[in-house]
């Protein structure tokens, strides 16, 4: 192969030869021909590299690289550094992706130059009775349509499925690729693309089916447990907050419990001042949590005074408070934030 292709294929592989197969068939069976297979063996103990070279011997369009195991973020910048084509296409090795994927995706960089990462809506490939969590969230990023949506989202969790998208390769290596540490790498990626301008889109259609094998590294490794997360929102946060909110480092945190307290210690760590608490459990309003007040919401100050991050988990909750919000006049990340 010596022409340049429209779309590089990034796909990290660990132990994945038993789902290998099905993934490589959904790329063969793209509309869009104009692809090579970037697929990354981070070390396998078991026959991934015997089915990347079997496939390799008859699909020209097939890089197949072999590293001695490091993880996912080494793996993914090696293959970055291997991918020749402009737009990258990230995808896993246990995931599927549907025929019109990869045309559909490279479209939307067609009608938008100045687009750096495209997405996509995804079908949940588990059981939403076993993994009622992990539907919920895919639930949550099929929502996210628009940048906007996306960027106001993005401190709540990741807003995008890290194997959904495709990247400007140039704006990819501008950012530095994917940076390692106790974090999750997309998730990290993501935020640091948001505040250095990056624009975002999602495409309406489900391109991808995501699977939810029990060895997901979102399930199993520290990286992804819920402090990493919380500890790299709390980084780009305290930064946002820091330009955008007037009234930093005083901030209101709608969520006096005992989890939203918790989730929100890091951004207290970076200096932020809790100046009220707001519940609407009445056993809570009046009390005050290490001398703050928590108030009602009827007690909040008008908006455009000191910013507000809710930070309330149960499911629902965010809508029925970014609602009460709305209706009493906060702008939604101009004078208030979901953070959780």
């Known amino acids: 192969m010596t ?9 990290p592989c660990f132990n994945a030869a038993d789902t290998l197969p099905a993934a490589l068939a959904s790329l063969a069976a793209q509309t869009l021909r104009d692809f090579e297979i970037v697929a990354v063996d981070d070390g396998s103990d078991d026959a991934t590299w015997d089915v990347l070279t079997a496939h390799a011997a008859r699909e020209p369009r097939l890089r197949p690289l072999r590293l001695t195991h490091a993880g996912i973020t080494p793996a993914l910048n090696a293959g970055l550094a291997a991918c020749r084509a402009e737009l990258i296409a990230r995808m896993d090795a246990d995931d599927l992706c549907l025929p019109g994927r990869l045309a559909a995706q490279a479209a939307l960089f067609d009608a938008d130059p100045g687009l750096a990462v495209a997405s996509c809506r995804v079908r949940f490939g588990g059981c939403r009775k076993a993994s009622g969590g992990y539907a919920a969230y895919i639930d949550w990023i099929n929502a996210l349509r628009t940048h906007e949506e996306m960027f106001r989202a993005r401190f709540v969790e990741a807003p995008l499925a890290h194997p959904t998208a495709m990247l400007r390769a140039d704006a990819l290596r501008a950012a530095g690729g994917w940076r390692e540490g106790r974090f999750p790498e997309d998730y990290e990626l993501w935020l640091r693309l948001f505040a250095a301008g990056a624009r975002f889109a999602k ?25 990493a997360f919380d500890e790299v929102k709390a980084d780009h946060l305290a930064a946002w907050l820091k330009t955008a909110a007037p009234s930093w480092p005083d901030v209101i945190l709608w969520g006096a419990g005992k989890g939203s307290r918790r989730r929100m210690a890091p951004l207290l760590a970076r200096g932020a001042r809790i100046r009220a608490y707001v519940d609407i459990d009445p056993r809570k309003i009046g009390n005050r949590i290490a001398g703050v007040p928590v108030i009602a919401p009827a007690d909040l100050p008008p908006p455009g005074g000191v910013f507000l991050l809710t930070a309330v988990g149960s499911r629902g909750a965010r809508a029925d408070i970014g609602a009460w919000l709305a209706g009493h006049g906060w702008e939604d990340g101009r004078d208030c934030l979901h953070a959780v």
């Open 203 to 227: 495409h309406p259609d489900e391109l991808l089916v995501w699977n939810d094998p029990p060895g997901r590294l979102s399930r199993t490794h520290e990286n992804y447990a819920p402090d």
């Open 3 to 11: 022409s340049v292709p429209l779309v590089s294929v990034l796909m």
